[in-house]
């Protein structure tokens, strides 16, 4: 009986751990091993050591660039969006509508991600893209949003905002939900204004779902790459060719698998250094930097 009820957690475990090594854990330590070959999915895998990750960190400048565009990229959609999402939640925090202001910032997460960046094509097109035409309308020549290196980057981090600011409100508007509002009105008592009420009341005590938010805003665009493929396709100028575009065409456009899975794994590392920095700098108080 006692093996029984020790031996029980693990068999209700069984499934989801057999289901993380076969899709997740298996795959990950078989593309680190690929990392160490030159295989095109074709012939068979020739082992060649570390001379992937030393191509990508000496003689592929193209690596370093989408690297730097990642670092942009996340960047920008992290001091858009988090502040974007937090007023957003501050503003909703005591609708009467709330239920339906939330559903309707949610629509677009549920959306497909090649239909959201076609739509926003037709936005963004010059000359004849609405955005452009309604600027014309005020006649203000419109720049080429998608197609101009000084333009391109900032439509995608808008987008990847619009598309995404919806979850990271519903996110911190449950966390706000939860705070003590016997906490606000004490200092309000005290005869705090309302901005220093959520500067130094609010604000801290939604500390960890701001981290939450932060770190999944980094995960997220790090991974991303289909806006851009659908909408830039890396351009202008590989302006907005990130890591994440580089890796699925080095795999899937140049069947070098070998190289895509040392880049990978070059990616993680920088991530992790990332995150781990920001965790860090988080614990030490530098949510204050957010007010």
């Not at 609010?202 to 932060?214: D, E, G, N, Q, S």
Request: hydrophobic fraction near 55%; aromatic fraction near 12%.
């Amino acid at each position: 009986m006692i093996l029984s009820r020790r031996a029980t957690p693990y068999l209700l475990l069984a499934p989801v751990l057999l289901f993380a090594a076969v899709f997740f854990l298996v795959p990950v330590l078989f593309s680190l091993g690929l990392s160490f070959f030159s295989w095109n999915s074709l012939g068979r895998p020739r082992f060649v050591g570390a001379a992937n990750y030393a191509y990508l960190l000496t003689r592929d400048p193209l690596f370093w660039t989408t690297l730097r565009n990642t670092a942009l990229f996340v960047g920008g959609t992290i001091l858009v969006g988090v502040p974007l999402a937090m007023a957003l939640a501050v503003a909703v925090r005591r609708s009467r509508r709330r239920a339906v202001w939330r559903s309707l910032y949610w629509l677009p997460g549920v959306t497909n991600v090649a239909a959201v960046a076609y739509v926003w094509q037709s936005v963004l097109a010059d000359p004849y893209g609405l955005l452009n035409r309604t600027l014309a309308l005020a006649g203000i020549p419109g720049p080429a949003w998608l197609f101009d290196p000084g333009t391109a980057m900032l439509a995608t981090i808008l987008v990847f905002v619009w598309f995404h600011v919806g979850q990271d409100m519903l996110l911190l508007s449950a966390a706000l939900d939860q705070v003590d509002e016997d906490c606000e009105d004490a200092a309000r008592i005290d005869g705090a204004s309302p901005w220093e009420v959520f500067r130094h009341v609010t604000l801290p005590l939604l500390k960890p779902a701001l981290l939450f938010v932060t770190l999944s805003n980094l995960v997220k665009g790090v991974g991303y790459f289909a806006l851009m493929l659908v909408l830039t396709g890396g351009g202008p100028v590989n302006t907005t060719n990130v890591a994440a575009l580089h890796i699925y065409d080095l795999a899937f456009g140049q069947l070098k698998l070998g190289l895509a899975a040392a880049a990978a794994w070059l990616l993680l590392v920088a991530v992790a250094l990332v995150a781990f920095a920001q965790l860090a700098f988080m614990r030490r108080g530098g949510l204050e930097a957010y007010g």
